[in-house]
């Protein structure tokens, strides 16, 4: 336990994964798991990229999933640090490496074209998001973007995956219309789809969307899935999903 700092606590993620955060930071939420579970993974030979990777998330849940190299590239510092810990804590070191960087930078060493999947949550909001900034600036950069749009997220996705390469974004389903018109304009190729419902009677509030690079046109729309019950337990499908490997 010498790994956490003051103000931080390890949390439970799934699949006896543990996750350091901290009431100072965003801490993860569902969709980052979601699309862990969602994406199509290279199990033995490849490379992962994960892109604005805050505490280190889905490259963790990646982990359970795959044994191929995963690199996290987030631009905040502090939570770059409690993602290295994190990797530390679960014995990722040797898969899993993060580093601060912005993703929008075109000279990423040795990355361009090297990824067979990248992920990416981006932030779910064009607003300025004035409030939050002032109040919690992690939380901001989370929602809001500040460090890049999501055409320019796209765009550095496509830059790093390897023709035939797989990007997968999570996003609100409001904005879907932009993530597919972000990702046919960086060459990407709209392939596989899935909303993720509240309840049964609610509007879908999440869309996990993969992509092919070059990818020819044909979207398969895969079943949906309903995290809670009318009662507020998780339904058992969700609890299933969420808890595989």
């Not at 993620?13 to 930071?25: C, F, H, K, P, V």
């Not at 070059?214 to 058992?236: H, I, R, S």
Request: with cysteine; glycine share 6%; proline share 5%.
């Amino acid at each position: 336990m010498s790994l956490l700092l003051a103000g931080e606590r390890l949390d439970y993620i799934a699949n006896d994964l543990y996750i350091i955060q901290s009431s100072e930071t965003f801490a993860f939420s569902i969709d980052a798991v979601l699309l862990a579970k969602f994406t199509k993974v290279p199990v033995t030979r490849g490379r992962i990229i994960d892109l604005c990777s805050g505490n280190g998330v889905i490259p963790l849940v990646l982990s359970t999933r795959s044994r191929v190299p995963i690199t996290g590239i987030e631009l905040q510092g502090k939570l770059v640090e409690m993602a290295k810990r994190s990797a530390t804590y679960n014995k990722l070191d040797e898969q899993i490496q993060f580093f601060e960087g912005d993703v929008r930078d075109k000279n990423l060493a040795n990355m361009v074209g090297q990824a067979d999947l990248i992920t990416c949550n981006p932030p779910y909001f064009a607003t300025p998001g004035e409030a939050e900034w002032n109040v919690n600036p992690y939380l901001a950069n989370a929602r809001h973007e500040r460090n890049g749009t999501l055409k320019e997220l796209t765009a550095a996705a496509s830059r790093l995956v390897k023709e035939k390469g797989k990007v997968s974004m999570v996003l609100r389903p409001e904005r879907l219309s932009d993530l597919m018109e972000a990702y046919r304009t960086y060459r990407i190729e709209p392939k596989r789809l899935k909303l993720i419902y509240p309840k049964r009677d609610k509007d879908a509030n999440i869309v996990l969307l993969e992509g092919i690079k070059e990818g020819k046109p044909g979207l398969t729309c895969t079943a949906p899935l309903t995290v809670y019950e009318d009662n507020g337990t998780y339904t058992e499908e969700f609890q299933n999903y969420y808890g595989q490997c």
